[in-house]
């Protein structure tokens, strides 16, 4: 039943993308329901989660050391020293994964049933919506490199494919392709990793290099580990990691991914795509374990990140740039703990993020919805009453992401402080930095929520944005948003409260489930620390709080005449992202069209134009110089098959002397 889980979502694709394709006439093809399409296409999805649901109850039965179910689909690579199946394999680290994915995703597709309401093609929609589902069931079931590879490869082309979806808009178009590029950049550090371990190792199979890895850990193995290409390997794909996971430097793909519509930034940000570096990186922790050098770099960047995405989160306008930079910050944390050899704290990141940050997305899909297509949270306000539904849910997720408890993201941001700290690879500085981006993030997140939810409404003189997906609303005023949407909110916030009970401290289930995969002896888990453990739990709280507390007294009774009163050069750069973009520009995008151009005209026109020309030219003269031999006349034939005849006999004559 293992290959199910990704057949499922495949065979949405295929259908809806059949019935857009060629289910109807021409004329009629736009006018397809979003409810036909949205329930099959959420029906597949659903029936993946059910088997996800009954391989973890199978996993959940056996021992812990015998905890996985493999299942080769059909022989793949056989090609010298290349034997590889293409196979699935799920355990103890992988079935959450796909539990997260399925289970938010299903959320996810009832919920666009709703919001693609009055799209006009939303049979393409929810087929590219399975086919992202599909790559990333392909990406954590995978038994090997090469078939992480593939999903991870889907996903990208499926995020180009989403977050470009209306794309006769040219800013929407543009932020697919920069998705598309930044993500292939990545991807090259990736498949160099890929290949350094195969020259190294001559496997590409998980389980065969865990093996390797451990038969050489005993002391007095058989077999020799170069550290250093270990080191090279880890930093090769944590290039592939900070393209899909979007961290500096390759991060500024993901807030433009924003033009996709909602459901496609709460798929992508929440439960899938941009986590597939964690898995990764947790997939193969007897890596990096090895590596203090990789581990480090990982720790660091994720930390950097984390604080540097939550500057710019606090001076954006767009609800939905302010959650993209929240989860380049989330994501930030991640890799902290992954650096810091705390691979159980960041999974269990992931899963309770996937809760709260999908909460929070189409929480922010529902108040667009609402609010006729505004996006600017400076034109907001006062939502409580006239969204209470989505006001209720939305909070839930705002708090879980601040860290309050005992709400989830409260659980894994302290676990994931903690070990920054105590870890032998942490550090007091690397804890500094997390912490004070926990408070920089209870800070923003409770700018948006006040300036969206509370205080009086500033949205009197509200006009409908022409983004190329009107929802038909008049301009009668703001509405809750239809049972399609409201019910993912409200199981989504459920899921935010009590998510953290999976991983209490010193009483983790969570820990003890992944022991399988992530050996308890390579976790960063510090004995004889509890007064401290519990003392930094309360500044971290206590700086959470003094965020929120900052923010509600800044932003409770904001004037939209205020907007333009804030800080002057420093707010002004974080606004403006720390002028990234415009860098890139000017070092990066700018030098390659410059450079493309002059081999246009000069390499390509010039040179490789007339080189094809020249040859059409010789083509050309040759046939008109070999017509003049064809003159119909018999006897001018004979002639020539004679002295054919002769040279052929004078040559062979000539060899034979």
Same mark, same amino acid.
């Given at each position: 039943?293992?290959?199910?889980?990704?057949?499922?979502?495949?065979?949405?694709?295929?259908?809806?993308?059949?019935?857009?394709?060629?289910?109807?006439?021409?004329?009629?093809?736009?006018?397809?329901?979003?409810?036909?399409?949205?329930?099959?296409?959420?029906?597949?999805?659903?029936?993946?989660?059910?088997?996800?649901?009954?391989?973890?109850?199978?996993? $959940?039965?056996?021992?812990?050391?015998?905890?996985?179910?493999?299942?080769?689909?059909?022989?793949?690579?056989?090609?010298?020293?290349?034997?590889?199946?293409?196979?699935?394999?799920?355990?103890?680290?992988?079935?959450?994964?796909?539990?997260?994915?399925?289970?938010?995703?299903?959320?996810?597709?009832?919920?666009?049933?709703?919001?693609?309401?009055?799209?006009?093609?939303?049979?393409? $929609?929810?087929?590219?919506?399975?086919?992202?589902?599909?790559?990333?069931?392909?990406?954590? /079931?995978? *038994?090997?490199?090469?078939?992480?590879?593939?999903?991870?490869?889907?996903?990208?082309?499926?995020?180009?494919?989403?977050?470009?979806?209306?794309?006769?808009?040219?800013?929407?178009?543009?932020?697919?392709?920069?998705?598309?590029?930044?993500?292939?950049?990545?991807?090259?550090?990736?498949?160099?990793?890929?290949?350094?371990?195969?020259?190294?190792?001559?496997?590409?199979?998980?389980?065969?290099?865990?093996? /390797?890895?451990?038969?050489?850990?005993?002391?007095?193995?058989?077999?020799?580990?170069?550290?250093?290409?270990?080191?090279?390997?880890?930093?090769?794909?944590?290039?592939?990691?900070?393209?899909?996971?979007?961290?500096? %430097?390759?991060?500024?793909?993901? %807030?433009?991914?924003?033009?996709?519509?909602?459901?496609?930034?709460?798929?992508?940000?929440?439960?899938?795509?941009?986590?597939?570096?964690?898995?990764?990186?947790?997939?193969?922790?007897?890596?990096?374990?090895?590596?203090?050098?990789?581990?480090?770099?990982? !720790?660091?960047?994720? *930390?950097?990140?984390?604080?540097?995405?939550?500057?710019?989160?606090?001076?954006?306008?767009?609800?939905?740039?302010?959650?993209?930079?929240?989860?380049?910050?989330?994501?930030?944390?991640?890799? /902290?703990?992954?650096?810091?050899?705390?691979?159980?704290?960041?999974?269990?990141?992931?899963?309770?993020?996937?809760?709260?940050?999908?909460?929070?997305?189409?929480?922010?899909?529902?108040?667009?919805?609402?609010?006729?297509?505004?996006?600017?949270?400076?034109?907001?306000?006062?939502?409580?009453?006239?969204?209470?539904?989505?006001?209720?849910?939305?909070?839930?997720?705002?708090?879980?992401?601040?860290?309050?408890?005992?709400?989830?993201?409260?659980?894994?941001?302290?676990?994931?402080?903690?070990?920054?700290?105590?870890?032998?690879?942490?550090?007091?500085?690397?804890?500094?930095?997390?912490?004070?981006?926990?408070?920089?993030?209870?800070?923003?997140?409770?700018?948006? $929520?006040?300036?969206?939810?509370?205080?009086?409404?500033?949205?009197?003189?509200?006009?409908?944005?022409?983004?190329?997906?009107?929802?038909?609303?008049?301009?009668?005023?703001?509405?809750?948003?239809?049972?399609?949407?409201?019910?993912?909110?409200?199981?989504?916030?459920?899921?935010?409260?009590?998510?953290?009970?999976?991983?209490?401290?010193?009483?983790?289930?969570?820990?003890?489930?992944?022991?399988?995969?992530? %050996?308890?002896?390579?976790?960063?888990?510090?004995?004889?620390?509890?007064?401290?453990?519990?003392?930094?739990?309360?500044?971290?709280?206590?700086?959470?709080?003094?965020?929120?507390?900052?923010?509600?007294?800044?932003?409770?009774? $904001?004037?939209?005449?205020?907007?333009?009163?804030?800080?002057? !050069?420093?707010?002004? !750069?974080?606004?403006?992202?720390?002028?990234?973009?415009?860098?890139?520009?000017?070092?990066?995008?700018?030098?390659?069209?410059?450079?493309?151009?002059?081999?246009?005209?000069?390499?390509?026109?010039?040179?490789?134009?007339?080189?094809?020309?020249?040859?059409?030219?010789?083509?050309?003269?040759?046939?008109?110089?070999?017509?003049?031999?064809?003159?119909?006349?018999?006897?001018?034939?004979?002639?020539?098959?004679?002295?054919?005849?002769?040279?052929?006999?004078?040559?062979?004559?000539?060899?034979?002397?």
């Amino acid at each position: 039943m293992l290959a199910l889980i990704p057949l499922f979502p495949l065979i949405g694709f295929l259908i809806n993308g059949s019935w857009y394709l060629f289910g109807q006439a021409p004329e009629g093809r736009q006018k397809a329901s979003s409810q036909v399409t949205g329930l099959i296409g959420t029906f597949f999805i659903f029936m993946s989660f059910l088997v996800s649901v009954y391989l973890f109850l199978q996993l $959940f039965a056996m021992d812990g050391e015998h905890r996985i179910v493999q299942q080769v689909v059909f022989p793949w690579i056989y090609v010298g020293a290349v034997h590889l199946d293409f196979a699935f394999r799920v355990d103890s680290l992988s079935t959450l994964f796909t539990l997260v994915i399925t289970g938010v995703g299903t959320l996810i597709h009832i919920y666009s049933i709703g919001y693609m309401s009055h799209d006009e093609t939303p049979g393409k $929609f929810f087929a590219y919506l399975n086919l992202f589902c599909f790559a990333m069931l392909m990406l954590v /079931l995978g *038994a090997s490199l090469p078939i992480l590879f593939l999903g991870w490869e889907g996903v990208g082309l499926c995020s180009y494919l989403l977050i470009g979806y209306w794309y006769t808009d040219e800013d929407k178009a543009k932020a697919g392709k920069k998705a598309f590029v930044v993500n292939r950049v990545g991807d090259l550090g990736f498949l160099l990793g890929m290949f350094l371990i195969f020259s190294t190792f001559g496997t590409l199979d998980f389980e065969a290099l865990r093996s /390797l890895l451990a038969e050489a850990g005993h002391i007095g193995g058989a077999v020799r580990i170069d550290l250093e290409a270990v080191t090279a390997i880890c930093l090769l794909l944590f290039v592939g990691c900070m393209g899909k996971s979007a961290q500096i %430097p390759l991060y500024v793909w993901l %807030p433009d991914a924003m033009a996709g519509p909602t459901p496609v930034s709460a798929l992508i940000h929440a439960a899938t795509m941009v986590t597939s570096g964690i898995y990764m990186i947790a997939r193969l922790n007897f890596f990096y374990s090895l590596s203090p050098t990789a581990l480090s770099v990982v !720790a660091t960047v994720g *930390a950097v990140t984390a604080f540097f995405a939550a500057t710019i989160a606090i001076a954006q306008k767009d609800i939905k740039k302010v959650l993209a930079y929240s989860t380049v910050s989330q994501l930030g944390y991640m890799f /902290l703990a992954c650096g810091v050899g705390a691979y159980t704290a960041g999974v269990f990141h992931v899963i309770t993020h996937a809760f709260f940050k999908a909460l929070l997305f189409l929480g922010a899909g529902s108040v667009i919805h609402g609010m006729h297509e505004e996006q600017n949270i400076l034109k907001m306000g006062g939502l409580r009453s006239k969204m209470p539904k989505t006001f209720l849910t939305f909070a839930i997720g705002w708090l879980a992401i601040c860290g309050i408890p005992p709400f989830s993201g409260f659980f894994s941001k302290d676990e994931i402080l903690w070990q920054a700290f105590s870890s032998p690879t942490g550090s007091t500085l690397l804890w500094g930095l997390g912490a004070v981006t926990a408070v920089m993030t209870a800070f923003y997140m409770t700018r948006l $929520f006040t300036l969206t939810f509370l205080g009086t409404p500033r949205f009197e003189g509200h006009e409908e944005h022409g983004h190329g997906h009107d929802h038909g609303h008049s301009k009668s005023g703001v509405h809750e948003s239809p049972t399609f949407m409201t019910l993912p909110l409200q199981i989504l916030a459920i899921l935010s409260a009590i998510g953290g009970l999976l991983s209490i401290p010193h009483w983790s289930w969570l820990e003890h489930w992944l022991e399988p995969v992530i %050996p308890v002896h390579e976790m960063a888990a510090t004995a004889g620390h509890s007064d401290m453990e519990w003392i930094l739990m309360a500044v971290s709280v206590i700086g959470a709080i003094c965020g929120i507390a900052w923010a509600l007294q800044k932003y409770r009774n $904001f004037k939209p005449e205020a907007a333009g009163a804030e800080p002057g !050069a420093l707010y002004q !750069a974080m606004e403006e992202k720390w002028y990234v973009d415009e860098i890139y520009d000017a070092l990066i995008v700018k030098p390659i069209h410059r450079l493309s151009e002059v081999l246009w005209k000069v390499f390509d026109i010039q040179i490789i134009d007339r080189i094809v020309v020249g040859f059409g030219r010789i083509s050309l003269w040759s046939g008109e110089t070999a017509r003049v031999m064809q003159t119909g006349s018999i006897q001018v034939y004979a002639l020539m098959l004679l002295i054919g005849l002769i040279a052929t006999a004078g040559y062979l004559i000539y060899v034979w002397v």
